[in-house]
Every structure is written in C-alpha cells, then in structure tokens.
C-alpha cells in the first residue's frame, strides 16, 4: 500500500462514522428493524453488528502494533447478533460506540510510523494479517454495510412498506 493509499483509507475510516449515521437516518423507524429474510440483518442489527465489529477492531489493531506475534480471533457476526440481541440493543448506544471507537483510533493510525504497517499476526480465520490488511478491512467495512442498509430499506419500500 502506498503512504497515499494509506492517507486516503485512514481519512475514509475517519468519516465512516458519521456516513454510517446518516445513511440510519435516512431509514424510517418503522423499517429499521424489518429484516429482508430471516439470514440477514435489519437496519438496526447492521448498526449493532458494526458496534461490536469497531470494538473488535480497535483491539484488534494496537494488538498487531504492540503484541508480538499477536493472533486475531474471528467471530461469527450472526451468532453474536442472535446472543447479544441485537434488534433490542439500544441504536444510539450501537452508534456512540462506533464513533467514539473510531475517534480514539484515528489519532493512532495518523501517528503510526510507515514500518508498523508492516507488523503482522495470525488471523485464527484467513492466517497471516497485517496493520495494512486491517487498515483496507476496516477502511471499507462499514462502506459495505450502509450499501447493505441501502438495499434493506429499498427491498422493505419494493415489499410495500414504503
């Protein structure tokens, strides 16, 4: 990755909060919690599943920077929505935690020198991972989910409900 890459992807990560936030927003209340099948997440559980996801990362992130030899564990999203009851957790709390998450870990991405982006550990699901792998993850991970909270609420509007 080169250091431009790595500017335009950290200032991505910054801002991800608040694109998140609004593309919530634009969802009614009423269609939040609709779930386009019984496999796939509501508006609301995309926002708690990207709470847990941030908190994950933020560890997962000073673990590769200062462990050694860290291993990342994986986790199955739809097991953790299921056991933490996600479309009953509180959405603003889910999206306070995602920006406060995100602003506690910004500061440490800007100041991180160009060799720890090369500072690596064993993900327990796809094997080696490094602070570059982590950066592009979790740059585009809440991009994909406010594509995905896009197309639930046009599937719940196509169904009638809008």
């Known amino acids: ?79 953790w929505a299921m056991t933490f009851d996600y479309q009953h957790h509180p959405l603003d709390a889910a999206l306070a935690a995602i920006e406060a998450v995100r602003a506690n870990t910004v500061p440490i991405l800007r100041r991180m020198p160009d060799a720890a982006w090369a500072s690596a550990g064993t993900h327990s699901e796809s094997g080696r991972y490094t602070a570059e792998d982590w950066l592009r993850s979790y740059s585009d991970h809440i991009e994909q989910h406010i594509e995905q909270i896009a197309a639930t609420y046009a599937a719940w509007q196509q169904r009638g409900r809008g």
């Open 1 to 79: 990755m080169t250091p431009d890459e790595r500017q335009r992807r950290i200032e991505q990560y910054a801002t991800g909060a608040q694109r998140l936030r609004d593309a919530v927003a634009r969802v009614p209340d009423e269609a939040r919690a609709w779930r386009p099948s019984p496999d796939e997440f509501s508006v609301h559980e995309i926002a708690c599943h990207c709470a847990d996801s941030e908190t994950n990362a933020a560890s997962r992130i000073r673990y590769l920077i200062a462990g050694k030899e860290p291993v990342i564990l994986g986790y199955d999203p739809m097991t």
